[in-house]
């Protein structure tokens, strides 16, 4: 990395790691309190999810070679898979049909879904010759558990694997980028 000044560009992606968990926090704690089909929930999951992709790009950023092109294409497959399961529960919270429970097409939300915690596990991957070891285990800790939480619908577990990243990600954020010669 270079020494140069910060563009708006890095400014908007170095927000976006204070930002995207936050926002995703918010939705998560509103599904634990008025329930997993929260139309409200629903709206701030998607406008959290839709964070992430560019946090998702900041991590992209500091990584380097063969890891970033993986974690590029998986945080997009996984994007696509969390906006979607925020949009399905809009669907569902207007009595539409669950695409989770559905069959055919809409199996794609399922994979897509999954690419989004393997997205945290590759930032850990990425992070962990730039960041303390406790930033990088968290992530990979949180990428883990956020399938339980989410897919069985743990309320209280939802919510922690959040404040870890929030934990983890403002500590990105605050501590910079830094070079490890990759």
């Known amino acids: 990395m270079t020494d140069r000044p910060a563009t708006p560009v890095d400014r908007a992606l170095t927000a976006s790691l204070?930002?995207?968990?936050?926002?995703?926090?918010?939705?998560?704690?509103?599904?634990?309190?008025?329930?997993?089909?929260?139309?409200?929930?629903a709206v701030v999951h998607v406008l959290g999810a839709t964070a992430y992709i560019?946090?998702?790009?900041?991590?992209?950023?500091?990584?380097?070679?063969?890891?970033?092109?993986?974690?590029?294409?998986?945080?997009?497959l996984g994007a696509a898979g969390n906006v979607a399961y925020g949009f399905n529960t809009i669907h569902v919270s207007l009595g539409d049909t669950d695409l989770v429970d559905a069959s055919?097409?809409?199996?794609?939300?399922?994979?897509?879904?999954?690419?989004?915690?393997?997205t945290l596990?590759?930032?850990?991957?990425?992070?962990?010759?730039?960041?303390?070891?406790?930033?990088?285990?968290?992530l990979a800790v949180a990428g883990a558990a956020w399938p339980l939480a989410h897919i069985a619908?743990?309320?209280?577990?939802?919510?922690?694997?959040?404040?870890?990243?929030?934990?983890?990600?403002?500590?990105?954020a605050v501590r910079g980028p830094a070079d490890p010669g990759q």
């Open 18 to 41: 204070f930002f995207a968990p936050v926002i995703y926090l918010i939705a998560d704690v509103l599904y634990a309190v008025r329930g997993w089909d929260d139309p409200a929930a």
């Open 54 to 76: 560019i946090l998702m790009l900041k991590l992209v950023d500091l990584g380097r070679g063969v890891l970033a092109a993986v974690l590029l294409v998986v945080g997009a």
């Open 104 to 118: 055919g097409a809409a199996t794609l939300i399922k994979p897509l879904g999954l690419c989004f915690p393997l």
């Open 121 to 138: 596990l590759l930032g850990a991957a990425v992070l962990r010759r730039t960041q303390p070891l406790w930033a990088v285990v968290l």
């Open 153 to 172: 619908n743990i309320g209280w577990l939802a919510v922690l694997v959040n404040v870890a990243l929030v934990a983890v990600f403002a500590a990105v």
